[in-house]
């Protein structure tokens, strides 16, 4: 989960929590209330009773006028009144059995007064001068309004945090959309694109000084990589020019006539150096030269069927027994076997593979097999021969780097580096896999657009 949805959820989390808790404590305020409102109306209305009983007999002075007095909320109500020895001597329940709980009758002895809630109503009882008086009643009005105000709680909630969770996402999305402005170009800066900046403000939040420190960052960063990249440049070529003089040199001493075999030797293998050299100096060259993103400009529509045959015959120039066998696979979907990119650099990563084919395999042949589907092209490089290593195998696309299968030939350890560099130019990839008992396998995949 990313930053802005942790801060909405927590912000919602933390509002439906306290919202719920100032609700809750609304509803019991208000149930205590209501409790408390009842129990004062049933304690006037047995004031009103006492009023109208006789201490000395035990009988009602006016029995009409107990029910013609104004009796507010109450409804359904049930008066007993008990002498000092818990006898009932009156009850307003007529033609049904009377029931009471003679523990209210004992604590209003003790406290004077006494209430509990049944399961549908609320008794209430008090001790005045020589009499019990006990009233049970139920407080329809006043629980109806708790119900209604329970409603209410719970519709309040539900909408409030609804809002509370919509406007909070909208809210984090809204001031994190810088950060998925960076991240958005802070993908798109590479080795070939340093000159990407981060938008600037003149707020002055943490967000705004983070995007003026990165790009303080970057522009360090592009200044040390362009002058890595002009000295890489200017001293492979400047190196360049006197390795050509000295392998034209050396081809007209090795045309002199009358030199003994040693010689010939000798300027054989200096200028296999020398050619390995230069090999190694066009390498470097053309590693600086990827660098630029402004060679995409020269992007264009290659087949690459086309860029395999010609890279194998500019290689069997110089490896006469080199042999391809290439395949289309049966799979494949359209045939059109066309990529976007500059063929003389891809041409340059089928020489790299079939030269090490070249080099290191039992024998000078490679197998090539193209299968394209609707959204990649994908050709497998296949030769027989030792195979790599696993700790090889994860190092063979670093420069100068090379398998213990390749330590007695001439190499520079730069050529799988740059086939690599030049497909990530083209947003391709290139993974290494063997299958047994001496496959080794170069994939390539490039996307179809």
Same mark, same amino acid.
């Given at each position: 989960?990313?930053?802005?949805?942790?801060?909405?959820?927590?912000?919602?989390? @933390?509002?439906?929590?306290?919202?719920?808790?100032?609700?809750?404590?609304?509803?019991?305020?208000?149930?205590?209330?209501?409790?408390?409102?009842?129990?004062? %109306?049933?304690?006037?209305?047995?004031?009103?009773?006492?009023?109208?009983? =006789?201490?000395?007999?035990?009988?009602?002075?006016?029995?009409?006028?107990?029910?013609?007095?104004?009796?507010?909320?109450?409804?359904?109500?049930?008066?007993?009144?008990?002498?000092?020895?818990?006898? @009932?001597?009156?009850?307003?329940?007529?033609?049904?059995?009377?029931? /009471?709980?003679?523990?209210?009758?004992?604590?209003?002895?003790?406290?004077?007064?006494?209430?509990?809630?049944?399961?549908?109503? !609320?008794?209430?009882?008090?001790?005045?001068?020589?009499?019990?008086?006990?009233?049970?009643?139920?407080? %329809?009005?006043?629980?109806?309004?708790?119900?209604? $105000?329970?409603?209410?709680?719970?519709?309040?909630?539900?909408?409030?945090?609804?809002?509370? /969770?919509?406007?909070?996402?909208?809210?984090?999305?809204?001031?994190?959309?810088?950060?998925?402005?960076?991240?958005?170009?802070?993908?798109?800066?590479?080795?070939?694109? $340093?000159?990407?900046?981060?938008?600037?403000?003149?707020?002055?939040?943490?967000?705004? $000084?983070?995007?003026?420190?990165?790009?303080?960052?970057?522009?360090?960063?592009?200044?040390?990589?362009?002058?890595?990249?002009?000295?890489?440049?200017?001293?492979?070529?400047?190196?360049?020019?006197?390795?050509?003089?000295?392998?034209?040199?050396?081809?007209? @001493?090795?045309?002199?006539?009358?030199?003994?075999?040693?010689?010939?030797?000798? %300027?054989?293998? %200096?200028?296999?150096?020398?050619?390995?050299?230069?090999?190694?100096?066009?390498?470097?060259?053309?590693?600086?030269?990827? !660098?630029?993103?402004?060679?995409?400009?020269?992007?264009?529509?290659?087949?690459?069927?086309?860029?395999?045959? =010609?890279?194998?015959?500019?290689?069997?120039?110089?490896?006469?027994?080199?042999?391809?066998?290439?395949?289309?696979?049966?799979?494949?979907?359209?045939?059109?076997?066309?990529?976007?990119?500059?063929?003389?650099?891809?041409?340059?990563?089928?020489?790299?593979?079939?030269?090490?084919?070249?080099?290191?395999?039992?024998?000078?042949?490679?197998?090539?097999?193209?299968?394209?589907?609707?959204?990649?092209?994908?050709?497998?490089?296949?030769?027989?021969?030792?195979?790599?290593?696993?700790?090889?195998?994860?190092?063979?696309?670093?420069?100068?780097?090379?398998?213990?299968?390749?330590?007695?030939?001439?190499?520079?350890?730069?050529?799988?580096?740059?086939?690599?560099?030049?497909? =990530?130019?083209?947003?391709?990839?290139?993974?290494?896999?063997?299958?047994?008992? !001496?496959?080794?396998?170069?994939? @390539?995949?490039?996307?179809?657009?």
């Amino acid at each position: 989960m990313n930053i802005k949805n942790k801060i909405a959820l927590n912000l919602s989390l @933390l509002f439906s929590l306290f919202l719920g808790f100032i609700l809750i404590i609304i509803y019991l305020f208000f149930a205590k209330f209501r409790k408390d409102e009842f129990v004062a %109306i049933l304690k006037d209305r047995i004031s009103t009773v006492a009023n109208y009983f =006789d201490e000395d007999e035990d009988r009602i002075k006016d029995f009409s006028k107990i029910y013609n007095t104004p009796t507010y909320s109450i409804q359904q109500e049930e008066i007993l009144v008990f002498n000092e020895n818990f006898d @009932l001597v009156y009850s307003s329940i007529k033609d049904k059995t009377v029931d /009471w709980d003679r523990e209210d009758l004992v604590t209003m002895k003790k406290e004077h007064k006494v209430y509990h809630s049944e399961k549908n109503s !609320e008794v209430y009882g008090e001790k005045i001068k020589n009499h019990y008086f006990l009233i049970e009643s139920t407080d %329809i009005m006043g629980k109806e309004k708790l119900s209604y $105000l329970g409603t209410l709680v719970l519709v309040s909630f539900f909408v409030a945090s609804a809002l509370m /969770w919509i406007l909070s996402f909208s809210f984090a999305k809204k001031m994190m959309a810088p950060l998925d402005v960076f991240q958005q170009k802070i993908t798109r800066i590479s080795a070939n694109n $340093l000159t990407e900046r981060l938008p600037e403000t003149e707020k002055k939040d943490e967000i705004n $000084l983070l995007a003026k420190v990165f790009n303080t960052m970057l522009g360090r960063i592009d200044k040390s990589y362009s002058s890595q990249k002009e000295f890489t440049a200017s001293a492979s070529h400047e190196i360049k020019t006197p390795l050509t003089r000295i392998a034209f040199q050396l081809e007209n @001493l090795a045309k002199l006539k009358n030199q003994n075999p040693e010689s010939e030797n000798y %300027i054989r293998g %200096i200028s296999g150096e020398v050619y390995h050299l230069s090999d190694t100096v066009n390498s470097l060259l053309l590693l600086s030269k990827l !660098e630029e993103e402004h060679l995409k400009e020269d992007f264009s529509e290659v087949r690459l069927d086309e860029v395999i045959f =010609d890279a194998f015959e500019k290689v069997k120039s110089n490896f006469s027994d080199f042999e391809l066998n290439f395949n289309i696979s049966e799979e494949n979907e359209s045939g059109n076997l066309t990529v976007k990119g500059i063929k003389p650099l891809l041409e340059i990563v089928f020489i790299n593979l079939f030269k090490n084919a070249c080099l290191y395999s039992t024998k000078p042949e490679v197998e090539v097999e193209i299968q394209e589907n609707k959204t990649q092209l994908t050709a497998k490089v296949k030769s027989r021969g030792e195979l790599i290593s696993e700790a090889d195998s994860e190092r063979i696309f670093n420069a100068f780097k090379r398998g213990n299968n390749s330590q007695q030939k001439a190499g520079s350890g730069l050529g799988l580096r740059i086939s690599r560099r030049i497909l =990530d130019f083209h947003d391709a990839a290139i993974s290494y896999h063997q299958e047994l008992p !001496e496959t080794n396998i170069f994939e @390539l995949n490039f996307p179809v657009k």
